[in-house]
């Protein structure tokens, strides 16, 4: 039932938000990324997909892909908004514009990574390159062992990664991993040194949309923390202010990333930084990230490091590799419809109250 909405690879799942975004007669840009093509050989782009009034005071943005190969579940989400109609006429009559950036990494999204082409996690990239960057102590003790030189890990590596978690704590360990790192190129969450393409370009669609604007809203989709197809609503942003109107709008479990009970960490870098920057002259700005679980941390983990062990060698069997690919896949995209009927019914949801909440009504 839900498939419909789903891609089978990138190719695929733009080739869907593209159809969705014309019958819906929206106003369509894409941003092709010079560093194509893709898995099957296609073109690599970011593209927009515009719907209501081009002069609307109010805007919600929708981002899939941030993480690459988490795009199936924002891109579902984006072409099942696309085919809801009851929705649409909603912020339509409300007098909302809607927003629908597919496939910021297109990059990770077609060759199933979590990061882009120079192994940059996007979402720790948007950084002020003209300062030092973030120090991550944690994370330089801990790569040789997240990335080791053999796979799979052995006994004495993951003993060795548990010997820091009980000497150091499991806070410090969290932060070395999840945190991001300036330091390793080749390793777990890197940050880059300089503003990577994706980040330009969005960078410059949110400075385009925003003019104008008196309320701004952006849901971003990720996949891979929490339980399986549960929707967890991550509030990154600072303000007291703008944490009690989430709250009023999305439901008191709206967690704080400051908030021990989250599943990520307080991160650099994020593309909030991009909406603050950019759209900063908008009187309301809200930001929330929709983080869907998937399988077990241990696995979505252990499939990160794998992928950065493949990373190039050349060497691994082609059965091998497949299997890894696979293993990296459903981490982050469980392929049944049950999982998908989830994260369509929960994004609704979450829709229908930013829906209401930027028209002023009370859901």
């Not at 040194?193 to 990720?222: C, K, T």
């Not at 967890?232 to 942003?237: A, G, H, L, P």
Request: net charge negative; with cysteine; glycine share 10%.
């Amino acid at each position: 039932m839900f498939e419909k909405y789903f891609g089978s690879s990138y190719a695929d799942a733009r080739a869907r938000f593209l159809a969705a975004a014309r019958r819906r007669q929206c106003s369509l840009e894409s941003h092709v990324n010079p560093a194509g093509p893709g898995a099957q050989g296609e073109e690599l782009a970011m593209d927009t997909a515009y719907f209501g009034a081009a002069d609307a005071r109010a805007v919600l943005v929708l981002t899939s892909a941030m993480h690459g190969e988490e795009g199936y579940c924002g891109s579902g989400c984006q072409v099942a908004l696309l085919d809801d109609q009851a929705l649409l006429d909603k912020a339509q009559a409300a007098g909302i514009g809607i927003l629908l950036i597919h496939a910021v990494n297109a990059y990770g999204f077609s060759w199933g990574h979590r990061t882009n082409e120079d192994n940059i996690d996007l979402n720790r990239n948007f950084c002020d390159f003209s300062k030092p960057l973030p120090a991550n102590p944690h994370y330089g003790r801990l790569h040789d062992l997240l990335v080791p030189q053999s796979w799979p890990p052995s006994a004495e590596n993951e003993a060795a990664i548990q010997a820091f978690r009980d000497t150091e704590g499991e806070q410090a360990y969290r932060e070395g991993v999840m945190l991001g790192q300036y330091s390793h190129p080749e390793g777990l969450f890197y940050g880059g040194r300089e503003a990577s393409w994706s980040n330009r370009i969005l960078r410059q669609v949110l400075a385009r949309y925003g003019r104008n604007r008196d309320r701004m809203v952006w849901i971003d989709y990720h996949t891979g923390l929490g339980p399986y197809g549960h929707a967890e609503k991550i509030f990154v942003q600072k303000g007291r202010p703008e944490y009690l109107r989430a709250k009023s709008w999305w439901g008191s479990d709206v967690v704080s990333v400051t908030d021990p009970d989250s599943s990520t960490v307080d991160i650099v870098g994020t593309g909030l930084q991009a909406l603050l920057e950019e759209c900063g002259h908008v009187p309301e700005l809200t930001f929330m990230a929709l983080e869907y679980g998937t399988v077990p941390m241990n696995e979505v983990f252990m499939a990160l490091r794998g992928d950065r062990w493949l990373a190039g060698r050349d060497d691994v069997d082609a059965a091998r590799r497949s299997a890894m690919k696979a293993a990296h896949r459903a981490a982050f995209y469980p392929d049944h419809d049950d999982w998908r009927g989830a994260v369509v019914a929960q994004s609704r949801v979450n829709l229908l109250q930013a829906i209401y909440g930027l028209s002023g009504e009370s859901a």
